[in-house]
Structures are given as structure tokens and as C-alpha cells.
């Protein structure tokens, strides 16, 4: 049998041949699939090839030396090929073909792993690089920027402590300051010559050994780096928060280089094919003239708007007249139309054939156009919506797909707060700046990341105050409420990660001085220190000291219409969970389709109700607990009828109480001694009362059906709510449909039980109010015996609702109260996949779930089932239910759409 050819580890791509597509994403990362699909459509891409990602595997697998031999006759075939393309041949010091070494893994990872420019430049090579670009200041330029990147990168040479600068930067402001000035720009080429003779010496000081001069070296250093990076810290934390698992590695991608930075013919630039923060139908992008790609995503000159739209509005958000606009900060559109309009058709072939928004990156060299990067733009929630809607009114898209572009946990943006119109009317604006990623957002200044994410964790609001960002600051944002920014624009780091994790950001505030070492911001004549308050609008880029009010976000039209769109795809009903008037009506706003579960006993917790509950409690005798109860019937009473008005017409499915009693009573001896003022109780007895109801595992202990089983009375109490509420509010013409739930039932006869209490008190409150309503009794199965024995319960009960928060509990063995002391142990090292009381355990817990279903259903085919633990909120638990042939999930009121948007992609499959 013939064996099968090994798959190569090289792809090439240029205008002579390109192996790769954009199908091979896993293979040739993100980045690599698309230069070659760039130059499948005809794109001007400059030549190179990419390294897979089999080969990072391999080296993470079997080290430097074996990865090598493994790539490096094809990696010669590589370099040969851009020879080819590009007419320069690598290591000819007279006329050096330069790369560039990029990192690129299947999924989008933004500045988390490397990159090394100019490689193949040595003391040689710099000289031909003069001559033929007839640039000194530009070859010396590419030189230092060579050997500082590398320095960085692939030797490690980085600042000894956070607040200290970077080396080579000290070195440069050294140069800068002896020569009076105070732009890299105005150094010349002698400076630029110093600066690299400096670097150097910096490098042998502190590494021990010289900067590598055989390009080949450089490369295979580079390559190396690149793997490597696949596992650096930021990269870690990224794959972390984005679920990216660390078996797939990165791609590299070495291509000819191309110069942004020869002239003001040169330029370089970053663009989308729609606006990322609102989503409207707008290319729009920024560039830098005489400047390379990382000057543009640092973030430290002010870039130019590519279209005059963009760069009037642009204009009128940094408070610039037309006539300023024009002469510094003129756009793309003005001062080179003939490319701008090569760019544009660039732009519409790209976003026509991947029909999707496009982020891509740009550099004129000379006059000459050439694409480097094109991949699905990073957006917010609310740009999600509005582009999936615009795209399926163009035609571009189907229902399908609309659907399937928003990820149902970025909804969240557009349901969470925004600023109160009337704090905003008091409060003082200090700064301005670019509205780079949507939200409102107040904390306490903070100026390092690690120090954010330590307030953060102490429960701290804090806004992350940075100069500019970079990668290594990813944590911190993550966990801050909004981070502010003094340089950058709208593609800088900063705006580029806010909005792929959905944070309030506001970049580029030119008017905010940054000092880390003082730990202050000053604009003008104020100064804040760390842990003043401030807020942020991202949506206008506005600073605002002090802390505001929020209020509830309006939903737009766009959201309307997906959320429509969903629910005309999707099988399951979405209900919610509410305990008050208050988060029903919030929950039916979002579109629930009714209340999955009334968690009673939440009711209990309030001012005065607490009180008759605890007389409840302690009382000793049934008549002592039934005059306690007495007081609290109405209250429940007037709760349900809040419940049955807000959710007229639809199902409301209230649960008997069910936590320990010993939740209720101080456990302190000042609440003690309180009690017993307040009850005429001895503090005697109430405390052997307390110590009485102590349980070693409340969980497992005297709570959910249990306590109606001891006290049927409490069952008798809520049950009467329940129906007097229904039949007032059935007489004010509100449609009723209750449902009574009981809870952490093992046996049908637990269930038999209490659903003859609820029975016997339906028809004694119909007797006297002469009148009935229709209603149903159903169970949790929130035990795992409950759902080994559904059909004898199925048998009786007439719906099945999954309590999936105990079933989970109870199934791993995992006390809901403590698993956060080794859960994160656990999933760092993989024993489970993800959080099981986040996303439901489907081989496990599922198959419990499977199993009732079936169990249920053939004892009564038509026995409804959902869902009302966490796990309904889910959007993997969703897609989960949905195949085990749920009737509904039911979650919290803002996961709702959520939810409706999960089920629809469940539905899509
Ligand atoms: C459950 O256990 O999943 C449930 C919904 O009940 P609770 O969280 O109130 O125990
Ligand atoms: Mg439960």
C-alpha cells in the first residue's frame, strides 16, 4: 500500500503561485489563509509563505533543533520563491530582499503573540539598503528598528521592572535630548547610526553575545520566537478569556517587506470595511505618511482619516477647523485619490467575497498599493447587530448566517446601562477623546494592569489609565470597568481589544497628561490621583470626573428585528426567572414567554417580612407557626398578583419555598438579642432554637420539599397565595396560568404529598370564593434519584422542570458553596472543560437530563420540560437542551434574548 505523502509545513503565496486558500484556516492561521486567498482574487499582496501550525505543534512537541531539520529545505524553497517574486535575493548585502516574520493562529489574537520586521539587515546589507533606496535616514531607520524589535523579541531584552521605560527608548530619548530635539523624525541618518552602534553595545552588556549578522540566523531565530510565543503570558490570558484551546498553535508568515516609511509617497494604514463601534455602512480606516504599520497601531502620531467623511467627522470630534483639517491632517481621499480609489475596490472585492465587515492593513510604497492583512473585523455587540441586519437587507447574507454572526454573550452590550440623561446634565466634562468602544463605565483611577486586576478582585469599579496600551495590560482591562487612554486612535491596541472584549473605551484624549511614576493624571490645571473616581463614555468620548448614574439601555431597532428573526427560528420558548413584579416585567420587555421559576423564599428576605417569617420558625407549636404564617399570606398574596398582571396571559411557575430555615435567623448574638426584642422571645430560646435548626450540609439537609413535608402548613400558606392572587387577578380579566413547582423531590411520594396539600387547598379556596381557575402541579428534578425514577413521578406530576443548579451539585459530588475553592484548580488543568455550573456537563448531568425526558414522556407524552437552574442562560447549555428536545429553558431576565438568540442557533444547528 502506498503511503501517504506527509503533508507540507510550506505554503507559498505571491503572484506567480499560492497553495494555500482560505478554506485552511486551521492550517495556515487566520492571516496565512488569507494572504492566500488576497492573492487568489487578484490582490496585490506582497510574496511570501507561511509556516502551519503543524509546526508549531512540533516544536512545542520536540524542540528547536528537531523542528528545524523538520522545515528547513522547505523553508529554502520559500526564500527562493520571494527572490523570485519580489527580484531581490536574501543576504545580498548590495541589494538585500528584506522580511518580515509574523505570527498568525486560527483564531484572531490581536498584538498577543510577535512580530519582527526588516530581517536580513546587518552592517553590509544597511549600506546596500542606502544606496538603493538613495535614503540613508530611511535604511538606518529600518536598521535600529530591526535590531530593537529583535532585541525585544527573540533575545529578551525588556525593562527590568513594569514602571521602567524601555531600554532602547532611553537610548533614543538620550540621542534625542543631547541633540536637542524632541520627534524620532528629526534624527538623521548619523543619529540613526549612533543609535544602532548603541543598541548593539546595550545588547553584548546585557544578553553577553552580539546581534546576530547572518540573515539566515536572524530567520531561523525569528521562526523560532514566533513559535514561541504561542506561550507567552499575554497570549495565555488571551486564549483564556477567548476560549482558544492551547493545542492549536500559531502559524508563522514571512513575506517580503514592504516600506510605509520611504518618502512622502509612503504611507501605511489600517482600515474597515464598516464602522466596528456602531456597524453603519461605512469604509473607514486611518493612515500614517512616511511611517510603518506599528506606528499606526501604537498609537503615537495622531493618524489620518483614509476617507473625507471619516475625516470631517473626525474633525468635529477632536475640535479641529476644515481649514487645519486640510493642511495637517488631510485624508487618504485628498492626498493620493488614485490609491484611495485602488484601496476602495480593494475593500468591496474583499467584504463581496468574504461577506463579512474586513479590518485590513495597508502600505503604499513609492505609489504602490499593497494589501498585508484582511480578517473578519472585530466589533461591538451593537456593531454585531446592525451589520448582520444591514448585510441580510443587502442581500449579501441569509437569515441563516444573519443569525449565526451575532455571538448570543455580546448581546449583553446592548442591554446593560447607559449614562442618566439628567447625571449628565451636572456633570463636568475634562477631556476628550475617541469614542473607541461603546458603554458607560465609572471606577477609581488605576494606573498598572496587575493592580487593576488585584482592586478588581477585591470588588473594586476601576477605570485603567494608561498612556497607551499594549498586550501585556490585556488582564487588567479585562476586569476594569473602562480604560481611557492619552494616545492612540480608533485601531490602537487599546480600541482594538476594548471592543473585542465589548469594554468601554475612550483613546487618543491628547488633553490627559499621563505621569506613572507620580500615579497622576492632570488635564490643565486638575490633577487626579489613583483611586479618584472618573467615568467614561465610550459611545462619545467623553471623561467626565467623579462617578454617574446609569440607566437602562434602549433597545434599537436593529435588536428588534434579530431578536425577531430568532424567534422565528428557534424551537424552544424562553421563560425567565423572577422573584419580583419589578424583574418580570424587565424579563417579558427582553421577551420572555413567561416566568420558568418564582424562587418564594426570596420574597421572605424583606424588611417586616422577615420578621413574621421568623416568628414562623421559632414558633413551637402549629397553631404558634399557622398565626405566623396568617401575616404573611397577604404578602405573598400581593407578590403573585405583581407576577400574574405582568405576566398576563402567560405561564407563571412559582416553586414552594425550599432553602434551609436556618437562612432565616441571625445567627450573630446582636441580631439574636435583636430578635428577641422584637419578638417578646427569650434570647435562651432562640438560641437553642438556632442551634437546634444547624445542619453540618445545608444543601443536603432540611430545605426544598422537605420542609413542607415536615410543615405542611407553609405548603397550605403558599398555596393559598397562589390561587387566591389568581383568581383576584382573574377577575380584574388578567388571563392566569399557574404553575405550582415543588422542589428536590427523590420519590413520588414526596411529590404525592405535597401535591395533595396544594389540591386540597385549590378546592377549599374555590369553595369560598366560588369560582376556579385552571392550574398545574409540577416538580423540580433537581435530584439524581428524581431523574432515575421520572416515570413513577412523570406518572403524577404534570410538567418537569430541570433545577440543573442541584442536579449538578448533586451528580459531580461538587457543594455549590464551595466548589470556587478548586474549581479553578480544575479547569486550569483540565479536568473538566469548562465551569460545570456555567455550562452544563453534558456527558454527565446531560445524560441525566436525556434520560428524565425520556423516562417522563413515556408515562405522558405530552409532559412539558424545561430547564430554570443557571444553565438555561447558557448559550452552549442551550444548544444542548435544545437537542435533548426541551419545551423551554427559563434564566435570569438579562439573559434573555440571550437565550432566544441561542435557542435560534441551536435551532440552525
Ligand atoms: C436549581 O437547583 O437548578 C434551581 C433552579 O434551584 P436553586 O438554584 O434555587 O436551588
Ligand atoms: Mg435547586
Not at 484556516?25 to 487566520?30: F, T, V
Not at 553577553?208 to 523560532?224: K, S
Not at 498586550?471 to 481611557?484: H, K, T
Not at 413574621?612 to 413551637?620: P, Q, S
Request: with cysteine; hydrophobic share 45%; aromatic share 6%.
Amino acid at each position: 500500500m502506498a503511503s501517504n505523502p506527509r503533508r507540507p509545513y510550506v505554503y507559498r503565496f505571491g503572484s506567480a503561485r499560492t497553495e494555500g486558500d482560505a478554506s485552511m484556516k486551521n492550517l495556515l492561521g487566520g492571516k496565512g489563509a488569507n494572504l492566500a486567498e488576497m492573492c487568489r482574487l487578484g490582490i496585490p499582496v506582497p510574496g511570501g509563505f507561511t509556516i502551519s501550525t503543524e509546526a508549531c505543534t512540533a516544536y512545542t512537541e520536540q524542540g528547536r533543533e528537531a523542528v528545524l531539520a523538520l522545515i528547513r529545505g522547505e523553508v529554502l524553497e520559500g526564500v527562493a520563491f520571494v527572490e523570485q517574486e519580489m527580484g531581490k535575493r536574501f543576504g545580498n548585502a548590495a541589494d538585500p530582499l528584506l522580511l518580515s516574520v509574523r505570527s498568525g493562529a486560527r483564531a484572531s489574537m490581536p498584538g498577543m503573540m510577535d512580530t519582527i520586521l526588516n530581517l536580513g539587515l546587518n552592517d553590509e546589507a544597511v549600506q546596500g539598503l542606502a544606496a538603493r533606496s538613495g535614503n540613508p535616514r530611511f535604511a538606518w531607520d529600518s536598521y535600529r528598528r530591526f535590531i530593537q524589535m529583535y532585541g525585544d523579541v527573540v533575545m529578551g531584552l525588556k525593562p527590568a521592572r513594569k514602571e521602567d521605560h524601555d531600554p532602547f527608548e532611553v537610548i533614543i530619548d538620550m540621542v534625542k535630548e543631547k541633540k536637542g530635539v524632541t520627534l524620532d523624525t528629526e534624527l538623521d541618518a548619523a543619529d540613526l547610526q549612533e543609535l544602532v552602534a548603541r543598541f548593539k553595545a546595550l545588547i553584548r552588556a546585557r544578553i553577553g553575545h552580539d546581534f546576530p549578522t547572518d540573515p539566515w540566523e536572524q530567520l531561523w531565530g525569528a521562526v523560532v520566537a514566533v513559535f514561541e510565543s504561542w506561550n507567552n503570558e499575554r497570549a495565555r490570558v488571551y486564549r483564556e478569556l477567548n476560549d482558544i484551546p492551547a493545542s492549536w498553535g500559531t502559524a508563522v508568515n514571512v513575506q517580503a517587506m514592504v516600506f510605509g516609511n520611504l518618502g512622502d509617497s509612503s504611507a501605511t494604514g489600517v482600515a474597515f470595511t464598516r464602522d466596528a463601534g456602531t456597524g453603519e455602512d461605512l469604509f473607514n480606516g486611518e493612515f500614517l505618511v512616511n511611517a510603518q504599520g506599528e506606528d499606526v497601531v501604537a498609537g503615537i502620531r495622531t493618524p489620518q482619516q483614509v476617507t473625507l467623511e471619516g475625516s470631517r467627522r473626525w474633525a468635529a470630534l477632536a475640535c479641529v477647523d476644515e481649514d487645519t483639517r486640510r493642511a495637517r491632517y488631510p485624508s487618504l481621499e485628498e492626498l493620493m485619490p488614485d490609491l484611495y480609489r485602488q484601496l476602495l475596490q480593494a475593500e468591496t472585492t474583499l467584504e463581496n467575497h468574504f461577506k463579512d465587515m474586513q479590518d485590513l492593513e495597508f502600505t503604499i510604497q513609492q505609489g504602490r498599493l499593497w494589501m498585508l492583512q484582511t480578517r473578519n473585523g472585530k466589533r461591538t455587540g451593537a456593531a454585531m447587530v446592525r451589520i448582520a441586519i444591514e448585510m441580510l437587507d443587502q442581500g449579501l447574507i441569509d437569515e441563516a448566517t444573519a443569525l449565526k454572526r451575532v455571538d448570543p454573550e455580546r448581546l449583553n452590550e446592548l442591554l446593560h446601562p447607559v449614562f442618566d440623561r439628567q447625571a449628565l446634565a451636572g456633570a463636568q466634562v475634562i477631556a476628550r477623546g475617541l469614542p473607541a468602544s461603546p458603554g458607560a463605565a465609572s471606577g477609581q483611577i488605576v494606573f498598572f494592569a496587575d493592580e487593576a486586576d488585584a482592586l478588581a478582585r477585591q470588588g473594586q469599579a476601576v477605570i485603567l489609565v494608561r498612556q497607551e496600551t499594549s498586550p501585556e495590560d490585556l488582564r487588567g482591562m479585562s476586569v476594569a470597568q473602562g480604560i481611557l487612554t492619552a494616545r492612540g486612535g480608533m485601531t490602537s491596541h487599546a480600541a482594538v481589544v476594548a471592543r473585542g472584549m465589548g469594554k468601554c473605551c475612550v483613546s487618543g484624549a491628547g488633553a490627559v497628561r499621563v505621569d506613572m511614576h507620580a500615579r497622576t493624571m492632570t488635564v490643565g490645571d486638575a490633577t487626579f490621583h489613583e483611586g479618584d473616581w472618573l467615568s467614561l463614555n465610550g459611545s462619545t468620548g467623553e471623561v467626565f470626573a467623579g462617578r454617574l448614574a446609569t440607566r437602562e439601555a434602549e433597545l434599537s431597532g436593529d435588536f428588534g428585528r434579530l431578536m425577531a428573526l430568532a424567534d422565528a427560528h428557534k424551537r424552544l420558548e424562553v421563560r425567565t426567572n423572577a422573584d419580583t413584579p419589578e424583574e418580570a416585567a424587565i424579563a417579558r420587555r427582553f421577551g420572555a414567554t413567561g416566568i420558568g421559576l418564582c424562587r418564594t423564599e426570596h420574597m421572605f428576605f424583606e424588611g417586616q417580612r422577615i420578621v413574621a417569617m421568623r416568628e414562623m420558625i421559632l414558633a413551637d407549636s402549629r397553631a404558634g407557626r399557622q398565626a405566623a404564617l396568617a401575616k404573611l399570606l397577604p404578602m405573598q398574596r400581593s407578590d403573585f398578583e405583581g407576577l400574574f398582571r405582568e405576566m398576563s396571559g402567560l405561564p407563571v411557575t412559582i416553586r414552594l419555598l425550599d432553602p434551609p430555615l436556618h437562612e432565616f435567623v441571625p445567627h450573630d448574638e446582636a441580631g439574636q438579642r435583636a430578635l428577641a426584642r422584637e419578638t417578646g422571645v427569650s434570647l435562651a430560646r432562640i438560641q437553642a432554637r438556632v442551634e437546634a435548626l444547624h445542619e453540618a450540609n445545608p444543601m443536603m439537609g432540611h430545605r426544598g420539599c422537605r420542609l413542607g413535608i415536615s410543615h405542611p402548613e407553609i405548603t397550605e400558606m403558599q398555596a393559598r397565595a397562589v390561587f387566591e392572587a389568581a383568581l383576584n387577578a382573574q377577575a380584574r380579566g388578567i388571563a392566569v396560568h399557574p404553575e405550582i413547582m415543588v422542589p428536590l423531590v427523590g420519590t413520588v411520594r414526596e411529590f404525592n404529598a405535597q401535591a395533595a396539600v396544594i389540591r386540597r387547598t385549590a378546592e377549599a379556596v374555590f369553595a369560598e370564593r366560588g369560582a376556579r381557575i385552571a392550574y398545574q402541579i409540577g416538580t423540580m428534578i433537581e435530584t439524581p434519584r428524581a431523574a432515575l425514577v421520572a416515570e413513577s413521578i412523570g406518572a403524577q406530576a404534570e410538567f418537569f422542570s430541570f433545577g440543573t443548579n442541584d442536579l449538578t451539585q448533586m451528580t459531580l459530588g461538587f457543594s455549590r458553596d464551595d466548589a470556587g475553592r478548586f474549581l479553578p484548580t480544575y479547569l486550569a488543568q483540565g479536568m473538566y472543560e469548562h465551569d460545570p455550573f456555567r455550562s452544563i456537563d453534558q456527558k454527565g448531568v446531560g445524560q441525566l437530563v436525556q434520560m428524565a425526558v425520556a423516562k417522563g414522556r413515556s408515562v405522558r407524552p405530552g409532559i412539558a420540560t424545561g430547564v430554570c437552574g443557571e444553565h438555561g442562560g447558557d448559550p452552549a447549555s442551550v444548544a444542548f437542551f435544545h437537542r435533548a428536545g426541551l419545551d423551554y429553558v427559563s434564566c435570569s431576565p438579562f439573559r434573555v434574548p440571550i437565550a432566544r438568540l441561542a435557542a435560534a442557533q441551536a435551532a440552525l444547528g
